[in-house]
């Protein structure tokens, strides 16, 4: 399953034995290791950083779709903000993802959202099925409801998502050979915290609702 | 959506509704319902940032050029002394935290470790170069230990490069690594304490009552490894086992007679209960209208520590309960005078302390990215997720929870630097992990930001935003990150990194309005796509200000005389001496007696006017006739001058301030 390994096994790879004080080199040497380096570290990968990359770009984008419904749906200002900030933070992660898979020379998923309406080519045909994705019925439900009902519903269903988010986390981490990538570590470990911790949050906003049943 | 919310009870649900119903059926039932306890809020005033008066506009930090190791760079206030770059094995792989002993910089690298030599910071040298891989290498010293954290699924024990190519391998460390660091040109690698959650970063904590051990806190934010690969880890929520490695930081003990004894002897859970929901204070209008019910007559309780109407249809069965208790089958005016006494007391009963009922994981942290630890005060500050959190250090082993902020400007709370005196808190939050750019001008100053808070009482209370006032590109990942106290006598200091923002140098002080004071910027690494740079951290160590750059190496820096410090506060600054310095760890300065003490404590008090024009000049000529001056003649004007100025101390507008100045002329004259 591991794609190509054996690029790690090439001429930009560290050598643990290399000498301590090796000679000074200069500014232009130092950038064509940087950049060889870059190079190789972008060699190692397996097809679960790339599946879970493809994968997450789509989860993302129908993230995109939910939070945009807040400022039309007449959300209280503080799920307004909480759409917000999940509108910035996905929109830059899936950018990452979309440069992760491009350095890679990988299909790129391309997103494109037109109301409740997500497209994503370059993904295949399963990323509906990912874990936590919201059916049609939950997305139709979701943009009908305004108010508090609205923020009773995005929150419930938006846990569901980043429920889903950490599984997929989980699953690349459960990989052989996955995560290695420092890139894909950090990305997938960053997602991985920053859901939890909003999932966290949102659901002490779900309890905060009024009318909430004990 | 400005708000904080602070807690440090028992689960809480609260809502005005239910809580009737609530009533009503544990009335019924007889039984009590949960014990929330909300918080109430400080109003959260929007971030400003203050641009410097007079500062050029537009900043010069926006729009500069682009290069790997030849960008455009922008400086205010400071100078840059060197500019080191990474040594061969190390380029092109991420530059991370910093730690300090004696006259060295240890830089960890995801690669391994890098000792720099800062006796001559005009050109460090490099001394050691140790390849041992794994994210993020964050490193920390306690006298010949240096203690590494290993977070990344390819970090190895023996050191090697090749990575862990299974999910589960008996070859792989996540935790802390341990080095010998007696020879410092020769690290040995004596000692691994593998953890659940491996080790994103760490603190040492070395008690004063023990001087056999230190402590290591451990943090860490990736998923729990499998058990098959570290016996007895388990990511499952705690109702489901109770020895989830969610839900706890972990304390490991490190013997210093013998480190390779180094093992988790505690893993405390600071974060049970940490439920309650971010919410605002009441209302005016609802304050209003518990004062017309309370005129009018009605049945006012505190309940979840807010005051709230009880509806006549509850309070009539009550009523009617009470008065048969006492034997009658109607109330008299002794009764209900009797009742209203009673009536918070019945109301606690039926919400009294009881446990969280419902299922799944308890929503709150499950970690903690950073805890820095202030042991000569006691405390420590915790970065933990969506809170921050203020801890009793007192017993190492067992730290405990004092107060836990949280802010729904903040996405993810990270690190804290407490100011000298422990009267204040800063937390930073980083938001989008430090990889992503969150500093353009579309981003809201109050996100990824640095929170302030004054320490009243044990209580965090919110004052300010902080957030560097330039701008960035998309190119740039940016948001507040790892910095340290500046010991600017008298004032609260702070260089911190914002990665490709640069460094910032701010005064808080005025916690409700800090200002920045200095800065140094470079441009993208790249022209055209974000590619992770800039400075990870930096900090004040024995005058210089070290910065360890991602991408570039590492950078040394000096403080330049301006109108919002002068030479005389950055060379009493110098006077403060390390022997260490960790990330984490965060030391109480002190000023040893020095005229420069004393004169900058005179530029502060010019610059406040808590001292008039001519008391500042007699106070300067004073003190320059003492220092040319020599035994008992100084010593006599020095006391002279020290008691001159506490007479003048009750007569100023900085009574403090002038009181530190007379302090500091009576040390130099004892001295």
């Known amino acids: ?214 | 959506m400005n708000h904080t919310t602070r807690s440090r009870g028992p689960a809480s649900r609260t809502a005005s509704h239910p809580l009737w119903s609530l009533l009503a059926v544990a009335a019924l039932l007889g039984v009590a319902a949960c014990a929330p306890k909300p918080m109430a809020q400080d109003p959260m005033p929007p971030a400003q940032p203050t641009p410097p008066p007079g500062a050029p506009s537009p900043d010069p930090r926006v729009g500069l050029g682009a290069g790997r190791f030849d960008p455009e760079e922008a400086i205010g206030n400071l100078r840059l002394l060197s500019s080191s770059r990474p040594p061969e094995a190390f380029v092109g792989v991420t530059n991370s935290d910093l730690a300090f002993k004696d006259n060295y910089a240890i830089q960890g690298n995801y690669n391994g470790i890098i000792v720099w030599d800062l006796s001559d910071p005009r050109n460090p040298t490099l001394v050691t170069e140790y390849v041992c891989p794994a994210s993020q290498s964050d490193v920390s010293v306690y006298e010949n230990l240096l203690f590494v954290s290993g977070e990344g699924l390819g970090g190895r024990l023996d050191c090697g490069t090749e990575g862990v190519q299974t999910a589960v391998s008996p070859d792989r460390l996540r935790g802390i690594r341990i080095f010998d660091i007696s020879d410092i040109r020769n690290p040995e690698y004596v000692a691994n304490v593998q953890t659940c959650r491996g080790s994103h970063t760490h603190s040492v904590l070395k008690d004063p009552n023990d001087d056999e051990n230190v402590y290591i806190y451990v943090s860490g934010s990736a998923p729990v490894r499998p058990a098959e690969e570290l016996p007895g880890c388990s990511g499952a929520a705690p109702d489901e086992d109770p020895n989830t490695a969610l839900f706890r930081i972990e304390v490991i003990k490190v013997p210093l007679a013998d480190p390779t004894q180094a093992a988790i002897v505690s893993s405390p859970r600071i974060f049970e209960g940490l439920v309650e929901p971010p919410q605002h204070g009441m209302a005016p209008a609802d304050i209003a209208a518990i004062e017309e019910a309370k005129a009018r007559g009605e049945f006012v309780v505190e309940i979840f520590g807010q005051e709230r109407i009880v509806p006549s249809g509850f309070v009539a069965p009550m009523l009617a309960a009470f008065v048969q208790e006492r034997g009658r089958e109607v109330a008299t005016a002794a009764d209900s005078a009797a009742f209203r006494e009673a009536l918070p007391g019945i109301i606690a009963a039926r919400f009294g302390p009881q446990e969280e009922e419902g299922d799944g994981p308890r929503p709150g942290p499950t970690q903690c990215h950073d805890i820095t630890l202030y042991p000569e005060i006691g405390l420590a500050g915790g970065a933990c997720e969506g809170y921050g959190l203020l801890l009793d250090i007192s017993d190492p082993d067992n730290p405990t929870r004092m107060d836990a902020v949280a802010d729904s400007n903040f996405s993810y709370w990270h690190s804290a630097t407490f100011n000298n005196d422990g009267t204040k808190i800063l937390f930073t939050d980083e938001w989008g992990g430090g990889g992503q750019p969150k500093c353009r001008d579309t981003d809201p100053m109050e996100w990824g930001a640095n929170a302030i808070f004054t320490l009243e009482d044990g209580e965090m209370r919110f004052k300010s935003y902080y957030k560097i006032p330039a701008a960035q590109t998309p190119q740039e990942n940016c948001v507040a990150h790892n910095g340290s106290l500046i010991p600017i006598p008298g004032r609260d200091v702070m260089v911190q990194a914002w990665y490709q923002g640069g460094i910032s140098i701010f005064d808080w002080t005025d916690p409700a309005n800090p200002v920045e004071i200095a800065y140094h910027d470079r441009g993208p690494v790249d022209p055209d796509r974000m590619q992770m740079g800039g400075s990870w951290s930096v900090y004040w160590y024995n005058g210089l200000i070290v910065s360890s750059e991602i991408a570039r190496g590492l950078d040394v820096f000096e403080l330049v005389p301006s109108a919002y410090l002068t030479e005389n506060e950055i060379a009493a600054a110098n006077t403060v001496r390390l022997s260490y310095l960790n990330a984490q760890g965060q030391p109480q300065y002190e000023w040893p007696a020095s005229f420069v003490l004393a004169r900058a404590y005179l530029d502060q008090l010019a610059r406040s006017s808590g001292l008039s024009a001519a008391q500042i000049t007699a106070a300067r000529q004073a003190l320059d006739q003492a220092e040319n001056a020599s035994g008992t003649a100084r010593r006599t004007a020095l006391t002279t001058l020290a008691e001159s100025l506490r007479a003048e101390a009750s007569g100023s507008r900085d009574a403090a301030k002038v009181r530190m100045l007379a302090d500091a002329v009576r040390a130099l004259a004892t001295g």
Request: aromatic share 4%.
């Open chain 1, 1 to 214: 399953m591991l794609l190509a390994l054996t690029a790690c096994s090439g001429p930009a790879r560290l050598d643990a034995e290399a000498p301590a004080e090796a000679p000074a080199a200069d500014a232009s040497d130092l950038e064509a290791i940087y950049w060889a380096r870059q190079d190789s570290a972008r060699a190692r990968f397996t097809d679960a950083d790339v599946d879970f990359m493809t994968g997450m770009i789509a989860h993302h984008a129908q993230a995109l779709v939910m939070s945009a419904l807040a400022p039309t749906n007449g959300a209280s200002p503080a799920v307004q903000t909480l759409a917000a900030r999940i509108i910035n933070a996905q929109q830059d992660e899936i950018a990452s993802m979309q440069q992760w898979l491009r350095d890679r020379e990988q299909p790129v998923p391309e997103v494109h959202i037109d109301g409740l309406t997500l497209m994503v080519h370059g993904a295949g045909d399963h990323h509906m099925h990912m874990p936590g994705m919201l059916t049609r019925q939950q997305l139709e439900a979701l943009a009908q409801a305004r108010g508090s009902a609205f923020d009773r519903l995005f929150l419930t269903y938006m846990i569901q998502h980043h429920r889903g988010a950490v599984t997929m986390v989980d699953a690349l981490f459960a990989a052989d050979g996955a995560g290695q990538d420092e890139a894909a570590f950090k990305l997938a470990s960053d997602i991985h915290v920053d859901q939890l911790t909003e999932i966290a949050r949102m659901e002490q906003m779900l309890e905060a609702l009024p009318g909430q049943t004990p």
